[in-house]
């Protein structure tokens, strides 16, 4: 049933970036022409890999960004292609691969949320309709057009990209102490297996909403 | 017609105070629910069928066959697991323990049986018929299987067999609770060739002179009184010329051990008292709580799959299904604990059994030596005591098995001469390898020199053998000889090769007892019990048995039996060092984590108590 739910659930997610993409380029240069396409490629690998005037901290930042995602391709590819497309568990080096790239992964997660989460935090541009609703409740008016207006025009998180990095960051609790609390001598075999379950379904919402996060950063980029 | 109707009802109740006998069916056939034992004041019948009386001038022996045959089908009695190895229509089942054929002269030890498991051979691949197969190990048989197969083809057999009689089932091995039973006895019987007279000389209550062994080559019972005598102890006859045996249904631990023995070398002798009992017995259980069967005898041996691969055998063993580890165990049967595992990831129970953590001695770096009772004649007590070293057997070596869990194991370095042929290799008598090979192998030289066990070998006396053997009958195939794993043959310019074969592989044989009690099973302190770079579970060091004096140090890691890549178990088990700071590392993650969540969402509940609160 899991193997199942992942193929669906992995399908949806790409077929729904992909006709988001279509439906609602990013730019308006974008297209789908395979010079425009390889123009946005380039663009995208010289904002990741090309030196920049950055300050020490972004350039940690980006760093743990990228082995943070280098990561989460390891863990999800080794992870998910043993149980969706051999239909069996992972073992052998496979299973050291993960242990290790989980242990780095959490550790490159915990730091991002640390340098991210103030930039990701809900404002009251995030929420017109919310705030509309509030106002005819509360008959306060706000004063933060000027904001809503920047942050129209600045290269800031959108809803979107806000949501998706906070679930990441509620999802990584258990997909995380699922794994750690089964090396304790704590749960028995029951849990052991419900622990076992709790891990693959969190780590399918992870990689999930992991994968739209990552488009809309991508998109946030090109279309600042 | 009153009269009648009297006369029918009179007969009715006469037929039904019969005996009940449903077609095909003894009186002891069933079993009508009532839990005692049936009180065994029984009359004692001799193969012939004729009634054992006290008052008898020349008692015969008795004859279980017709003593208890009156009331017990013999012939459904003879199909169960202890008395049909003979028959090649039986499911084999997992590989158990074989007899071993040993000759310390010609350096052999084969193991046999007649169930063909892989990488045994039958007795009838070596020329064994049942009397030399008698002869060999009848001291740790009850009776039946080859003891009941006639030998037309042995001479001893032609000649002796008539007087010595058939080896038939000894009932009273396994239901005799009576603690005068002696098995040892029995077997004392068994070596001097007494077969019809084992049960009588072990039963307690009688005793047997003479031995057909002892008996001239040209003896004729028809002409010559055979010198063998019985006689029983007229106190136990009543005046009805019955005799009480204390039968029971479910025999006591005590009479499996007889067989079913296993010693430590390393604790032998003066240290036995310190071995533990498996802890099923010390907790009050017995063998047969388990280890059941029906009237068929079909014992259920326990393990994971046996009632699909004894099915077609028997249809009511389903219920073996529900008598091993597994299934007792967790359903609670018999009060037995159901475990947690704590902290035991999942993927250990698709790749270990049961006995993996549970079973046999705690492993060491070096594997130690078992002796087991059929193998080394264990519990002779009487002249026939004998010492044996050989066949060393290494336990508890872990090795995966035909169902592919990793289980421990006895094990054995087989040593054979041979035939290869089309390569199939056929072991050859010890008496073909002494007639052939007197000089080579020394044999008439009387020596006492050990090595490990082994009156030693050197390889060059094993090149003079196979040349010897490749004179004779070369037809027949290659001349071969098989020790330590190796397979050592001539080559084309005539030198000696040694080369991996199949048939030079190890024979090894799950085990299951003596069972641990959890607090000290494998991985009860820590995961590195097993995962660690030195540790005994991957890393023991199982050493090759052979009688060539320049391969006696060799070794075999643990890990080379379980179908594992080294390299990987060692990668694998040193990651755990790592493992502590895996979790540290992992949780410190989780707090971090949590501790944002905490603060934004405080943040957020902030905001909207502000908003809530706001007033115009």
Redesign the interface.
């Known amino acids: 049933m899991f193997r199942m739910i992942s193929i669906i659930g992995f399908v949806v997610t790409f077929v729904g970036i992909a006709v988001c993409c279509i439906a609602f380029p990013c730019c308006k240069e974008c297209g789908a022409r395979p010079g425009q396409i390889l123009r946005r490629l380039v663009r995208l690998c010289t904002l990741l890999l090309l030196e920049q005037k950055l300050s020490l901290l972004c350039v940690f930042k980006k760093l743990v960004y990228l082995i943070a995602l280098l990561c989460f391709v390891i863990l999800a590819v080794n992870g998910f292609f043993a149980v969706v497309v051999l239909e069996r568990?992972i073992?052998?080096?496979w299973i050291?691969l993960q242990?290790?790239a989980?242990?780095v992964f959490?550790?490159c997660?915990?730091i991002l949320?640390?340098m991210w989460?103030r930039r990701h935090?809900?404002n009251k541009s995030d929420w017109p309709g919310l705030r509309r609703i509030?106002e005819r409740i509360?008959?306060?008016k706000s004063a933060d057009e000027e904001l809503l207006n920047r942050n129209q025009v600045d290269a800031v998180p959108g809803l979107g990209q806000k949501i998706t990095f906070?679930l990441i960051?509620?999802l990584?609790?258990p997909l995380?102490?699922s794994?750690?609390s089964?090396?304790?001598?704590?749960?028995?075999?029951y849990w052991?297996?419900l622990l076992?379950e709790v891990h693959r379904y969190s780590a399918l919402l992870f990689a999930l909403v992991a994968i739209v996060h990552i488009y809309l950063v991508i998109r946030t980029q090109m279309s600042s | 017609m009153r009269k009648g109707l009297i006369v029918i009802a009179i007969c009715c109740l006469l037929v039904s105070a019969l005996p009940v006998h449903t077609a095909g069916k003894l009186l002891g056939d069933g079993d009508d629910g009532n839990r005692t034992n049936p009180v065994h004041l029984i009359p004692l019948y001799d193969r012939d069928g004729i009634k054992i009386k006290a008052g008898d001038d020349k008692p015969q022996p008795f004859s279980l066959r017709q003593t208890c045959g009156k009331c017990h089908t013999y012939k459904t009695i003879s199909g169960g697991w202890h008395f049909n190895s003979a028959d090649p229509n039986v499911p084999a089942g997992r590989p158990g323990e074989p007899w071993v054929l040993v000759d310390f002269e010609t350096r052999i030890q084969i193991p046999i049986s007649g169930r063909g498991w892989p990488r045994t051979f039958r007795p009838a691949e070596l020329g064994i018929t049942s009397w030399p197969f008698l002869k060999h190990f009848s001291t740790h048989l009850p009776g039946g299987d080859y003891g009941e197969i006639p030998d037309t083809e042995d001479m001893q057999a032609i000649l002796k067999g008539q007087v010595a009689g058939r080896y038939e089932i000894n009932c009273l091995t396994c239901h005799n609770a009576d603690r005068s039973q002696d098995q040892s006895d029995a077997a004392l019987q068994a070596v001097r060739q007494n077969y019809k007279w084992v049960p009588t000389g072990s039963c307690g209550f009688a005793e047997v002179k003479g031995a057909v062994a002892s008996l001239p080559e040209i003896f004729d019972p028809e002409f010559d009184e055979v010198p063998i005598t019985v006689s029983y102890d007229k106190s136990r006859f009543n005046q009805a010329d019955e005799v009480f045996i204390d039968i029971v249904r479910r025999p006591p631990a005590n009479r499996c051990y007889f067989c079913h023995s296993t010693q430590d070398t390393a604790r032998a002798g003066q240290l036995e008292w310190t071995r533990d009992e498996d802890v099923h017995l010390a907790a009050g259980l017995t063998c047969v709580d388990c280890h059941r069967h029906g009237l068929n005898h079909n014992i259920t041996r326990g393990y994971e799959g046996e009632a699909w691969q004894t099915e077609c055998q028997d249809s009511t063993n389903g219920s073996a299904a529900t008598l091993s580890c597994k299934d007792c165990h967790m359903t609670g049967r018999l009060g037995a604990p159901v475990?947690?595992?704590?902290?035991?990831?999942?993927?250990h129970?698709e790749k270990l059994t049961c006995t993996a953590c549970h079973s046999g001695n705690w492993p060491e770096n070096k594997t130690g030596l078992v002796k087991t009772a059929r193998i080394h004649k264990l519990g002779l007590h009487d002249i026939h005591h004998v010492d044996l070293e050989l066949p060393h057997i290494a336990s508890p070596v872990f090795v995966k098995g035909q169902d592919g869990k990793i289980a421990p194991h006895k094990l054995l370095w087989p040593a054979f001469w041979g035939r290869m042929k089309d390569k199939t290799v056929t072991p050859l008598m010890p008496a073909v390898v002494r007639e052939a090979a007197v000089d080579a192998l020394e044999l008439d030289v009387e020596s006492t020199e050990t090595v490990n066990g082994w009156r030693p070998l050197k390889p060059e006396q094993i090149l003079q053998v196979l040349k010897l053997l490749t004179e004779q009958q070369a037809e027949q195939g290659e001349a071969i000889y098989i020790c330590g794993g190796k397979l050592y043959r001539i080559t084309e310019e005539g030198k000696l090769e040694a080369s991996e074969h199949e048939a030079a592989r190890p024979y090894s044989w799950a085990i299951a007892h003596d069972v641990r009690p959890a607090a000290q099973s494998l991985g009860v302190r820590r995961c590195e019990d097993c995962h660690s770079t030195d540790g005994p579970f991957f890393f023991g060091e199982v050493a090759v048995d052979s009688p060539i004096v320049s391969e006696q140090d060799s070794i075999k890691k643990m890990v080379e039996f379980q179908d594992i890549d080294a390299v990987?178990a060692w990668?694998?088990a040193f990651?755990f060092v790592f493992?502590p700071w895996?979790?540290v590392?992992?949780?410190?993650?989780?707090g971090?984590?949590?501790v944002?969540?905490l603060?934004?969402g405080l943040?957020?509940l902030a905001c909207v108590v502000k908003?809530?609160a706001?007033e115009?």
């Open positions: 568990s073992s052998g080096y050291m242990t290790t989980g242990g959490a550790v997660v915990a949320t640390v989460a935090r809900f509030l509360t008959l306060v906070w960051v509620v990584a609790l995380i102490l794994m750690v089964s090396m304790f001598p704590l749960f028995g075999t052991q297996e076992l | 475990p947690k595992h704590p902290g035991i990831p999942l993927v129970f990987y990668v694998f990651s493992r895996l979790k590392v992992a949780l410190g993650s989780c971090l984590l949590g944002i969540l603060l934004y943040k957020a908003v809530l706001v115009k």
